[in-house]
């Protein structure tokens, strides 16, 4: 099993960027792709990107696509998103969460099910 820890949100404006990181300890890392998912108030928890073990092909929803970028350092066993132009309508808490045996395209048409370990999560709130 792996924890995962998340950092990195916060009060932004529209149009700003953010960046927010995720360490993981515990069983090998590259065991895990990893993928990054939101949810915002009433809603249900959404995919927004995913990156594979070796950090070389990543997937991302529609609604981030060209503003969004997930990469991966495997020696530091961290994950991080950045996000660009931000949109009042990005206001989620991010999660963080790994999946042993999904790849990023599984990842993204099953979500959050089929996701074995989660971070706690961080609020990003983008204002108008």
């Known amino acids: 099993q792996v924890q995962l820890v998340e950092s990195g949100g916060g009060l932004v404006q529209a149009g700003d960027s953010l960046r927010l990181s995720c360490v993981v300890s515990?069983?090998?890392?590259?065991?895990?792709?990893m993928a990054w998912f939101r949810q915002a108030p009433g809603k249900d928890r959404e995919f927004v990107a995913a990156?594979?073990?070796?950090?070389?092909?990543?997937y991302y929803a529609d609604a981030v696509k060209g503003r969004f970028t997930i990469s991966r350092d495997n020696g530091k066993r961290t994950v991080l998103l950045r996000m660009n132009s931000l949109k009042p309508e990005d206001t989620a808490v991010y999660y963080c969460?790994?999946?042993?045996?999904?790849?990023?395209?599984?990842?993204?048409?099953?979500?959050?099910?089929?996701?074995?370990?989660w971070g706690q999560g961080t609020l990003v709130t983008v204002s108008s």
């Open positions: 969460a790994a999946s042993r045996d999904s790849g990023v395209i599984t990842i993204a048409r099953i979500g959050a099910a089929n996701m074995d370990a």
């Open positions: 990156v594979s073990w070796s950090g070389d092909t990543t």
């Open positions: 515990g069983r090998t890392f590259t065991d895990y792709s």
